[in-house]
């Protein structure tokens, strides 16, 4: 009786590697560098100008703040002791203040182009999603790795579908 049960067993195994085995033959592996596809797309460089000009004028607008507060501390030393108690108090009230908005701009300037960079390159960054998929669903690809972020240490049998999405995409 436990030879049967044994035999049986390693026959179910041997059956269920066989099925495994014939199965992860079959898939299909792609690859690309997302990267390179999005240098390629229209409108990128069109998105990366606006974000660029945007960044300049938030630079500029930090660089003004940072010298009317170096301004107004060294007017302050400047003066130093001759500076009665209620006006040292208010110029000391304005720099802090300077100080807190200077914080306060750089903190909401971080969220704000970030998401002006959302902005500009979800729509592209969600064409070339889909034109991939689109692509591994016509070829049959069980899965595509994306070559860009160095995710893939090792890839055998992997087709570079670059070209098939870059024609899709009409590029």
């Known amino acids: 009786m436990n030879k049967i049960i044994r035999t049986s067993l390693f026959a179910i195994?041997?059956?269920a590697m066989t099925t495994v085995t014939t199965f992860a033959q079959n898939l299909k592996f792609g690859h690309i560098?997302?990267?390179e596809l999005i240098s390629k797309m229209p409108g990128i460089k069109e998105a990366e100008a606006k974000l660029q000009a945007e960044q300049k004028s938030?630079?500029?607008q930090y660089s003004t703040m940072m010298q009317e507060y170096q301004s107004k501390v060294q007017e302050?030393?400047?003066a130093g002791s001759t500076l009665?108690?209620?006006v040292k108090e208010m110029k000391e009230r304005e720099i802090l203040d300077l100080e807190k908005r200077i914080q306060t701009f750089?903190?909401?300037i971080q969220e704000d182009l970030a998401k002006k960079k959302e902005?500009?390159?979800s729509p592209i960054l969600k064409k070339a999603e889909e034109a991939i998929?689109?692509?591994a669903k016509e070829k049959g690809y069980a899965y595509v790795f994306d070559t860009s972020v160095g995710a893939v240490l090792y890839a055998q049998d992997s087709d570079n579908i670059m070209g098939l999405v870059t024609a899709k995409l009409g590029l």
Request: proline share 0%; net charge negative.
């Open 58 to 60: 938030v630079e500029q």
């Open 76 to 78: 302050y030393q400047q």
């Open 13 to 15: 195994t041997l059956i």
């Open 33 to 35: 560098n997302s990267a």
């Open 84 to 86: 009665t108690g209620a």
């Open 106 to 108: 750089q903190s909401t």
């Open 133 to 135: 998929k689109a692509v």
């Open 119 to 121: 902005e500009l390159y």
